[in-house]
């Protein structure tokens, strides 16, 4: 078993990266919205638009390129925990997904992302089983996190599916509520892609803070064993130098 505390820590950071760029997107869009409407209904000066079309530019620019590495340095650092985390749970107890299995369903376009949420709930049971039949399980994993990811990722997926402009079922809402369609939608997407990192976050910081707590008490039974076996061999030693000292006493007084 070996420590994944560094990689675990890795993706966590790149998570929060990625958050912080998302809630970026998210601001620039509230901020676009409330200045058309400014501008729409009441009297703005010239230098408000200019300051709000220089803030979209830096964003547009700086938010991409930033986006882009975070998410490529997001998901190396992730594969490479997720290969790690399913091996060192595979020599502890079972799992229904292998180490390479894991890795190449979650890299499936989009199914992967879904399929992910299997995986994750298998390393989550798993681990959990084993810390408690060691008695060493002191939190339980907040399960209802990880489903709220997964159904908030679904509603997300519903969203963009029936939007406004497609004829779905949230233009007839829309219309008999007389909003903008389409700018409400754009907010839903956008908040929810904003929740979304936060939900996995909560229960990723979860899971490797147990993986954390199994690897330090993994370690320090294995230190112990091995002090036993010193200690154990060191009795051996002893013995045998007693033995042999007293078959040396004996044959010295055979032959006085």
């Known amino acids: 078993m070996q420590d994944n505390t560094k990689r675990g820590n890795r993706v966590l950071f790149w998570m929060k990266v990625i958050f912080v760029l998302f809630a970026l997107l998210w601001l620039q869009f509230v901020l676009d919205f409330i200045c058309a409407y400014l501008i729409a209904h009441t009297f703005v000066t010239q230098y408000a638009v200019l300051f709000v079309g220089a803030f979209h530019m830096i964003c547009f620019l700086g938010v991409g390129v930033a ?8 998901c190396v650092s992730f594969l490479s925990w997720l290969h790690r985390a399913v091996s060192n749970l595979r020599l502890l107890t079972t799992t229904n997904f292998s180490p390479m299995g894991a890795v190449l369903l979650t890299c499936i376009p989009f199914v992967g992302y879904f399929l992910h949420y299997l995986i994750f709930m298998d390393m989550v049971k798993s681990q959990e089983k084993y810390m408690q039949q ?11 996190i990880l489903n709220a990811w997964i159904i908030v990722s679904l509603v997300l997926v519903a969203i963009i599916l029936a939007r406004p402009d ?67 061999e060191r009795e051996i030693m002893r013995a045998a130098e007693m033995i042999r000292e007293s078959e040396n006493n004996k044959k010295s007084q055979l032959v006085e």
């Open 67 to 74: 986006m882009f590495v975070a998410i490529f340095a997001f």
């Open 134 to 144: 060691k008695g060493i399980l002191k939190e339980r994993f907040p399960k209802r």
């Open 166 to 232: 497609q004829s779905g079922i949230f233009t007839i809402l829309f219309m008999t509520f007389e909003f903008n369609g389409s700018d409400v939608v754009q907010f839903l997407e956008k908040t929810l892609v904003v929740i979304i990192p936060i939900l996995y976050i909560i229960s990723f910081s979860a899971y490797i803070k147990q993986e954390r707590e199994l690897f330090r008490v993994h370690t320090e039974e294995l230190f112990n064993k091995h002090v036993d076996e010193v200690i154990r």
